[in-house]
Nanobody, 116 residues
Framework: QVQLVELGGGKVQAGESLRLSCVYG????????MGWYRQAPGKQRELVAD???????KYADSVKGRFTISRDNAKNTVDLLMNRLEPDDTAVYYCYARDFFFEQHWGQGTQVTVSS
């Protein structure tokens, strides 16, 4: 089991920025996909952004142009920079990884609250 620890999160006003960081207990080169999901109250967990081992990046339509995912192979971290936050971005954000055996690994989640 890969350990994932999320850092960041908190409460901000609409229009402000936050950075989430996920520390992976595994070299990023041993993982096929890394990224972030979120789950708002009463809604299903949804993909926010992910990045593959080949640096292919995917974003949810709702965050394109506002959020940026990046990786630091030396630190085994994947960051999510969230700009121009909106109240609809309020959710618990989960760090995620899929290894080359197609096993999924999840962090414990971190709350992001955006007030209008």
């Amino acid at each position: 089991q890969v350990q994932l620890v999320e850092l960041g999160g908190g409460k901000v006003q609409a229009g402000e920025s936050l950075r989430l960081s996920c520390v992976y207990g595994e070299s990023l080169f041993r993982l096929s996909v890394m990224g972030w999901y979120r789950q708002a109250p009463g809604k299903q967990r949804e993909l926010v952004a992910d990045i593959t081992g080949g640096d292919s990046i995917k974003y949810a339509d709702s965050v394109k142009g506002r959020f940026t995912i990046s990786r630091d192979n030396a630190k085994n971290t994947v960051d999510l920079l969230m700009n121009r936050l909106e109240p609809d971005d309020t959710a618990v954000y989960y760090c995620y990884a899929r290894d080359f055996f197609f096993e999924q690994h999840w962090g414990q989640g971190t709350q992001v609250t955006v007030s209008s």
